[in-house]
Structure formats: C-alpha cells, structure tokens
C-alpha cells in the first residue's frame, strides 16, 4: 500500500521568507503523480501544484516549486517570497497511474506571521 | 476553469433526520466524483468513490447503508446522510474528477474539490 508521510505537523516563517514543506512517499509503482493541497482557513482545498512521476523537471507555479527526487521519493514543496495569504494547512498526496484515489499526507499547518 | 460547488455550505438537523448534500462540477464533466470526511486538524478520510451510472465504491468501514451516493449524471453526485447522529456530525468534502487532455486513455489525475460542507447534528 501507498503511504505519504509530511513529518512537519507545523511550521511557522516570517512574511517574504522562503519556507520549505517535507514530503516523502512509499510506493513500489513507477508511474504515479504527486500533488500538494493548501487549505486555508476556508477549508476550501486548493490545488497548488502536481508533478508527474515521469517527468524529471520539477513543477513550478509562480512562487511555488517542488524539488521532486524519484529515487529518494522525496516531494518537497518550496515557497518563495511567502505571503499572510500562504498561512494555511499543506497536503501532499499521491496517485498511481490508473487508480483513482487519492493518499493524503497527515499534513503540514504553515504559518506565515507578519 | 475546474469549479466544484457544494450545496449546503452548513446544516444542522435533528437526530434520526436524513440529510442530503449535493457535489456539482461546474464548467467540466466529471467521470468521477470522490467524498470525503474531515475532523477538525486531521487529513482528509475517502469515504466513497462514485462513478457516473454505476454504484458507489466504499471504503472499508465506511457504512454504505448510512451514507448514500448517487452519480446520476457527469455534473451531479449527493450523498444522503441516513438516520444521522451526533457522531455523524463532521466536515464532508466532495472532489471531483476529470479525464486528462488529449489522451484517449481515460487517466483521472486531478482532483477538484468542494467547499465543503459542516454538518451539525443535535
């Protein structure tokens, strides 16, 4: 079975700092893709980026990239410049290529303070 | 593009009353729709996963006489909430699914979600 594990229950940074979010995954598959979900306070949970497994470039979405290593099953996810915004909880997930669920991490409570 | 609503936002009803909650995609057709249960400061726990025309898969432990799912079309899934109880009460989420562009194989790699919806029984 698939397992995600964000050994970061929280973390708290300093407005424009740059924060980085833990992920690391088990799996025995080779095709998959992995994405992070922020839910702020809302609750509302908001795609931020997704990686495909067969892609060695790392995804990018403005201020958010990951650091994506196949071989160690790390998926880190890099926030630049962090925003009051940003303050949320971040979840990592996975998916193997044709199933259709989705395994969350326990996930990470960000905090960014002014 | 990719909106997910969810209809009610919150409810609070009495004890052995049955509560429905609507999942709909907006602007895509979704093959596949997802609900899920969240407790306060945990992930999110799959409870159901519901495919367009055909009956609902649940999870383990998940009661599928107690919470049930209907996907009768490519925009619309609810899930009923039968004879609920205090210990029903929860946040439920839905996501939604979509098929990936411009592939023939039918690859659903990203989920859209709800708002949710908090459900409050006395």
């Known amino acids: 079975a698939q397992t995600v594990t964000q050994s970061q229950p929280e973390m708290s940074v300093q407005e424009a700092e740059t924060v980085t979010l833990s992920c690391t995954y088990d799996?025995?598959?080779?095709?998959?893709?992995l994405f992070w979900y922020k839910q702020p306070p809302s609750r509302q949970m908001i795609l931020v980026i997704r990686q495909e497994a067969y892609k060695q470039q790392n995804a990018t979405e403005n201020r958010f990239s990951v650091n994506f290593q196949k071989a160690a099953k790390s998926f880190s996810l890099k926030i630049s410049d962090s925003q009051l915004g940003d303050t949320a909880m971040y979840f990592c997930?996975?998916?193997?290529?044709?199933?259709?669920?989705?395994?969350f991490g326990q996930g990470t409570r960000l905090t960014i303070n002014p | 593009g990719a909106v997910v609503s969810q209809h009610p936002s919150r409810v609070i009803c009495k004890s052995g009353t049955s509560v429905k909650i609507e999942c709909r995609s907006l602007d895509f057709q979704a093959t596949t729709m997802f609900w899920y249960r969240q407790f306060p400061k945990q992930s999110l726990m799959l409870m159901a996963t519901?495919?367009?025309?055909?009956?609902?898969?649940?999870e383990q432990g998940v009661e599928k006489d107690k919470f049930l799912i209907n996907h009768a079309s490519l925009t619309l899934s609810t899930l009923t909430v039968t004879s609920a109880h205090p210990e029903d009460s929860s946040f439920y989420i839905c996501?939604?699914?979509?098929?990936?562009?411009?592939?023939?194989?039918?690859?659903?790699?990203?989920?859209?979600f709800g708002p949710g919806t908090r459900l409050l029984v006395l």
């Open positions: 996501s939604a699914s979509t098929f990936s562009g411009g592939t023939r194989q039918a690859f659903q790699e990203t989920q859209y």
């Open positions: 519901s495919n367009e025309g055909s009956k609902a898969t649940y």
């Open positions: 799996t025995s598959e080779s095709n998959y893709y």
């Open positions: 997930a996975f998916m193997t290529q044709g199933a259709q669920k989705l395994v």
